[in-house]
């Protein structure tokens, strides 16, 4: 068995798992008792279609998909910080 065949197996196992990771943060999302738990609920939700981004991008091949996904994890990461200092400090800036 090649290890590109293998990959292809293990993709039938991850992709699914991203996918019900998904759903279980989106019910937290909407579901959460407190605003922390709703933006760490959307954080992880970021970062998780960042990293489904860059499988599928080995998957298909294609290098526009990592741009995105590396995009995509600067943008949560640049929102975590800004949500973080609001809630410590109630202020947002530089």
């Known amino acids: 068995?090649?290890?590109?065949?293998?990959?292809?197996?293990l993709m039938k196992f991850v992709i699914p798992i991203y996918l019900l990771a998904f759903v279980i943060y989106t019910g937290r999302a909407f579901k959460g008792?407190?605003?922390?738990?709703?933006i760490l609920a959307l954080?992880?939700?970021?970062f998780d279609i960042a990293a489904f981004m860059a499988v599928?991008?080995?998957y298909f091949k294609s290098s526009f998909l990592i741009g995105g996904a590396v995009i995509l994890a600067l943008w949560a990461y640049l929102i975590d910080i800004y949500i973080a200092k609001y809630l410590v400090s109630k202020e947002v800036g530089i």
Do not use: I, K, R, Y
């Open 1 to 9: 068995m090649s290890l590109e065949s293998q990959f292809f197996l």
């Open 33 to 38: 008792p407190t605003v922390v738990d709703v």
């Open 43 to 46: 954080d992880c939700m970021s």
């Open 56 to 58: 599928l991008a080995v």
